[in-house]
């Protein structure tokens, strides 16, 4: 029957995992022993690679011979996104993620899905594509601004998103936006623009907690420039999930959206930045196959048994 065709079809498949050594906590020789027993589980042939600096990542997903295989993206959002950029050109590879970054916003999403080959929308802004989030704004400039946190050593890990926000808060400037969707066309001053596939980001917040990855369409979540009191209330309730009973944000459903700015702006798209004055920003239905198989994750993230 069928499924003896999809476990033979499984069997075919290699599997590459594209590991970011630095990602998270990651224990080299743990992390290997499990993929090769999972592997060896399920019989099947798998090659491990390292990636050594930013764009490793995207090279090796692209280097990847074209045929029916799961590229693995071992690592945090932002491994993953390179990964995705490698191969979403390619028709037979499929997208796999084992989260071991300390944010994995998207694997928050994904896991609300059920087991099997999926697929997905796939948001592509200019020429890169995206998985997740793209946004723009304070919420874009907290994200962007923990590179510069991290350098400060006397911050605890545990607390460098509440520094960076408290830090971005008090440098904000607002961005003067043009935006088109559809019909509708919004000129303002933007204190967040987020434009949702997946529905968490920075860490963990619920943006946009209707978003579905299967329905072709993004969820964008807009708030206008306020007087910085009023900003602080808005990001209580979003770090609560609480943010769309506030009057002060809007919500869309929109498959495109076209932003132009004067100035340069930074939009943080899955994690990594991207810097322009003109962003199109589209959603291609089911864009991409992505490889979700829970129990395949777990034990590949399993922690040493306790002895």
């Known amino acids: 029957g069928n499924i003896d065709y999809y476990i033979e079809r499984e069997i075919k498949m290699k599997y590459y995992f594209i590991i970011n050594p630095i990602s998270g906590k990651i ?8 993929i090769r027993e999972a592997c060896l589980k399920r019989q099947v042939p798998y090659k491990v690679m390292y990636t050594k600096k930013t764009g490793d990542a995207q090279y090796l997903a692209k280097k990847i011979p074209d045929e029916e295989c799961v590229v693995f993206s071992v690592g945090g959002d932002g491994n993953l996104n390179e990964v995705l950029n490698g191969i979403a050109k390619s028709e037979n590879k499929i997208l796999g993620n084992i989260p071991t970054g300390s944010g994995n916003d998207f694997d928050k999403t994904l896991k ?43 911050i605890p890990v545990s607390q460098r998103y509440n520094a960076s926000l408290v830090y971005s808060y008090f440098k904000y400037k607002f961005k003067d936006l043009k935006i088109t969707m559809g019909e509708t066309q919004v000129e303002n001053s933007c204190t967040i623009l987020a434009v949702g596939n997946g529905q968490y980001y920075g860490g963990g917040f619920r943006i946009a907690p209707h978003a579905l990855l299967e329905d072709g369409m993004f969820d964008i979540y807009f708030v206008e420039k306020l007087p910085k009191p009023k900003i602080i209330p808005i990001l209580i309730k979003l770090l609560r999930g609480k943010h769309e009973n506030s009057e002060y944000v809007t919500r869309f459903s929109e498959n495109k959206i076209i932003i132009d700015t004067d100035e340069l702006c930074t939009f943080n798209v899955d994690g990594e930045k991207m810097t322009s004055n003109h962003f199109e920003i589209i959603n291609i239905p089911g864009g991409i196959k992505v490889y979700n198989d829970r129990n395949f994750i777990d034990e590949i993230l399993q922690k040493e048994e306790k002895k």
């Open 112 to 154: 609300q899905y059920q087991n099997g080959i999926l697929n997905i929308d796939l948001g592509k802004i200019n020429n890169r594509f995206f998985i997740n989030v793209a946004c723009l704004g304070l919420d874009a400039d907290v994200a962007n601004n923990i590179s510069f946190i991290r350098k400060k050593k006397w």
């Open 27 to 34: 224990n080299k020789q743990l992390l290997e022993k499990n």
